[in-house]
């Protein structure tokens, strides 16, 4: 009888020791994911959430993302590139034009009047990231997603109808594009992250902004100023956005857990990111209506005037491309051609 206890603690602490080998190998794995704007926005919401949620459940629960809005594990938006690099956190979401110039071919798509629709800018997006960026101006991080907002809107505490309306008044520009085509306008650009705005427009820093109607709700804007510009056709710009991975934590992650990561990520997690920004620009629009403010609709004779206006930018934008040993024409080439055949495939 002893003799056959002894061989079941034996056979029992054998049995232990392979759950815990088990354990081990399954390995859990805590990331953090790193972003400017409070939990409640859309971004956080209906997109970074989905998509952690995704991932995990993808993992089987061995994958956790624990989510920091609202700069939470500290920096300043322009450092969240930085912070995925230096492992500061593990995943970042951030407007790329947040570090001007550091990445200069994703600037194609912020030219003005490139995008008319958010879901085919995105895909446009994804395909060149692949094709130029993956492994030169990105080869630091491991990119999951890259997307652009919908139609960039001019929101002002006075009306503007005309480019030389503009004249004269500060606006925060989101990109070195969007910027550029302010000044050349005869405003003054104003560099300031989007949490920022609020406190900007109620003090009088500010007479403006440039942001997508998916944010206004957000960032309070319809109650903080009364006039919003939009225009017809393709979009007065877009801004670009990335969701970065540390590149040596995403190497650490065993093939299944990395699979997990890829097949939530990619060209169609992007197409689903911009375009879900997209469709929330209704509702943020009704709810200004409803405040009362006073939509400006251009139409194509008007947005005419303002693309003829803006095309210096388009010059400007590839010398500075031609300085860095870029190609920008075969990427504008590339970029307009993409972007048209998505157009035509999404919007049917």
Same mark, same amino acid.
């Given at each position: 009888?002893?003799?056959?206890?002894?061989?079941?603690?034996?056979?029992?602490?054998?049995?232990?020791?392979?759950?815990?080998?088990?354990?081990?190998?399954?390995?859990?794995?805590?990331?953090?994911?790193?972003?400017?704007?409070?939990?409640?926005?859309?971004?956080?919401?209906?997109?970074?959430?989905?998509?952690?949620?995704?991932?995990?459940?993808?993992?089987?629960?061995?994958?956790?993302?624990?989510?920091?809005?609202?700069?939470?594990?500290?920096?300043?938006?322009?450092?969240?590139?930085?912070?995925?690099?230096?492992?500061?956190?593990?995943?970042?979401?951030?407007?790329?034009?947040?570090?001007?110039?550091?990445?200069?071919?994703?600037?194609?798509?912020?030219?003005?009047?490139?995008?008319?629709?958010?879901?085919?800018?995105?895909?446009?997006?994804?395909?060149?990231?692949?094709?130029?960026?993956?492994?030169?101006?990105?080869?630091?991080?491991?990119?999951?997603?890259?997307?652009?907002?919908?139609?960039?809107?001019?929101?002002?505490?006075?009306?503007?109808?005309?480019?030389?309306?503009?004249?004269?008044?500060?606006?925060?520009?989101?990109?070195?594009?969007?910027?550029?085509?302010?000044?050349?306008?005869?405003?003054?650009?104003?560099?300031?992250?989007?949490?920022?705005?609020?406190?900007?427009?109620?003090?009088?820093?500010?007479?403006?902004?440039?942001?997508?109607?998916?944010?206004?709700?957000?960032?309070?804007?319809?109650?903080?100023?009364?006039?919003?510009?939009?225009?017809?056709?393709?979009?007065?710009?877009?801004?670009?956005?990335?969701? #970065?991975?540390?590149?040596?934590?995403?190497?650490? /992650?065993? %093939?299944?857990?990395? =699979?997990? @990561? !890829?097949?939530?990520?990619? $060209?169609?997690?992007?197409?689903?990111?911009?375009?879900?920004?997209?469709?929330?620009?209704?509702?943020?629009?009704?709810?200004?209506?409803?405040?009362?403010?006073?939509?400006?609709?251009?139409?194509?004779?008007?947005?005419?005037?303002?693309?003829? #206006?803006?095309?210096?930018?388009?010059?400007?934008? /590839?010398? %500075?491309?031609?300085? =860095?040993? @870029? !190609?920008?024409?075969?990427? $504008?080439?590339?970029?307009?051609?993409?972007?048209?055949?998505?157009?035509?495939?999404?919007?049917?």
């Amino acid at each position: 009888m002893t003799t056959r206890r002894k061989l079941l603690g034996a056979a029992g602490a054998v049995a232990l020791m392979a759950m815990g080998a088990t354990s081990a190998m399954a390995q859990e794995v805590t990331l953090k994911l790193h972003q400017f704007l409070p939990a409640q926005a859309n971004v956080p919401k209906l997109i970074l959430d989905v998509w952690a949620d995704k991932v995990e459940a993808s993992s089987d629960g061995r994958i956790k993302i624990d989510r920091y809005p609202s700069m939470q594990l500290g920096g300043k938006p322009p450092e969240l590139m930085d912070q995925a690099i230096d492992g500061v956190a593990d995943i970042v979401w951030t407007v790329v034009g947040y570090t001007p110039g550091r990445y200069p071919s994703t600037e194609v798509f912020e030219l003005p009047f490139m995008m008319t629709n958010a879901r085919a800018a995105s895909h446009a997006y994804w395909e060149m990231f692949d094709e130029h960026m993956k492994d030169a101006e990105f080869k630091d991080v491991k990119i999951l997603g890259t997307w652009v907002h919908g139609p960039g809107i001019i929101h002002t505490t006075d009306p503007v109808e005309s480019p030389d309306d503009l004249r004269g008044m500060k606006i925060r520009g989101g990109g070195r594009s969007v910027n550029g085509l302010l000044t050349e306008l005869g405003a003054t650009p104003v560099g300031m992250p989007v949490p920022a705005i609020p406190e900007a427009l109620s003090k009088g820093v500010i007479d403006g902004t440039t942001i997508p109607w998916e944010v206004t709700t957000a960032l309070k804007v319809p109650e903080l100023v009364e006039n919003h510009t939009e225009f017809t056709g393709r979009a007065l710009y877009t801004l670009t956005f990335v969701l #970065a991975m540390n590149k040596e934590k995403y190497e650490s /992650l065993p %093939d299944d857990l990395k =699979k997990a @990561v !890829d097949e939530n990520s990619g $060209l169609e997690f992007s197409v689903f990111a911009g375009g879900t920004m997209a469709d929330a620009d209704t509702p943020a629009r009704e709810f200004a209506l409803d405040e009362g403010n006073n939509v400006i609709t251009l139409d194509e004779e008007q947005t005419a005037i303002w693309r003829e #206006a803006s095309q210096p930018i388009y010059q400007q934008w /590839l010398d %500075d491309m031609k300085a =860095k040993g @870029v !190609d920008g024409d075969a990427l $504008l080439e590339q970029a307009t051609y993409l972007i048209d055949k998505y157009t035509a495939q999404y919007d049917n």
